[in-house]
């Protein structure tokens, strides 16, 4: 099992595509949120908004974004994305593009939720 040091290190080692896809997402919380504090946990990226954290991960077929409890606000928005079975996870799949302004209303419903 990998045990990542850091965000850098978790990118580094994922493929050119899911990389970008990645960079992306961690680049648009820079972004909204300059502050943002990074780190690992769980073996996965995890961003600081408020008191809580976000997590990305990457698999072979999507890219996972946890926890979507506590939004009620964007449930209509967030409620495509959602994984099969899972509850408080979505699923950004690799066929599709990047919903950047569903990531954003997330981070921003986030923030105003902590």
Not at 33 to 43: F, G, M, Q
Not at 66 to 78: H, R
Request: hydrophobic share 35%; no cysteine.
């Amino acid at each position: 099992m990998a045990h990542f040091t850091d965000i850098d290190d978790y990118i580094a080692k994922q493929s050119p595509e899911t990389q970008a896809r990645l960079s992306q997402i961690r680049q648009l919380f820079h972004d909204l949120l300059p502050d943002t504090k990074e780190s690992i946990s769980y073996d996965i990226p995890a961003f600081t908004v408020g008191k809580d954290r976000l997590y990305i991960s990457a698999y072979k077929n999507h890219i996972g974004m946890y926890p979507m409890y506590g939004v009620p606000e964007i449930e209509d928005v967030i409620a495509p994305y959602r994984g099969v079975g899972t509850k408080d996870a979505l699923h950004l799949k690799h066929t599709e593009p990047l919903p950047m302004d569903v990531i954003e209303k997330i981070i921003i419903a986030k923030r105003s939720h902590a």
